[in-house]
């Protein structure tokens, strides 16, 4: 993708929303749904995060749907772009 569609996506795309579903009752993310500038940032964050994906941990936090799609709850999505704000802020204060 060139610079200019990441750009165009992440100008309009994001602040136009993000999709949204829900399974028992809990708003979430379908992983295949995240904008896709921050699928592979995300992927590697909750990598990062083994209380989160692994299976037997209390704070498990995949989900599946009826239709087969792995999400997250969306709580778990606002600590992701958290983080990420943090993640930008502190390097762009290292870079002043």
Same mark, same amino acid.
């Given at each position: 993708? =060139?610079?200019?569609?990441?750009?165009r996506?992440?100008m309009?795309g994001?602040p136009? /929303?993000?999709?949204?579903?829900e399974i028992? /009752?809990?708003?979430?993310l379908a #992983?295949?749904d995240a904008p896709?500038?921050?699928?592979e =940032?995300?992927r %590697?964050? #909750?990598q990062?995060r083994?209380?989160?994906v %692994?299976e037997?941990? !209390?704070q498990?936090?995949? %989900?599946?749907d009826? %239709?087969?799609?792995? =999400?997250? !709850?969306?709580d778990?999505w606002?600590e992701?772009?958290?983080?990420?704000?943090?993640t930008l802020?502190a390097?762009?204060n290292k =870079?002043d």
């Amino acid at each position: 993708m =060139a610079f200019q569609d990441k750009f165009r996506a992440l100008m309009f795309g994001i602040p136009a /929303g993000v999709q949204t579903i829900e399974i028992d /009752g809990e708003k979430a993310l379908a #992983l295949m749904d995240a904008p896709l500038e921050l699928e592979e =940032a995300l992927r %590697r964050w #909750l990598q990062s995060r083994p209380e989160l994906v %692994r299976e037997d941990s !209390p704070q498990y936090a995949l %989900r599946i749907d009826s %239709r087969e799609r792995t =999400a997250i !709850p969306w709580d778990v999505w606002e600590e992701f772009l958290d983080w990420m704000q943090l993640t930008l802020a502190a390097a762009f204060n290292k =870079a002043d």
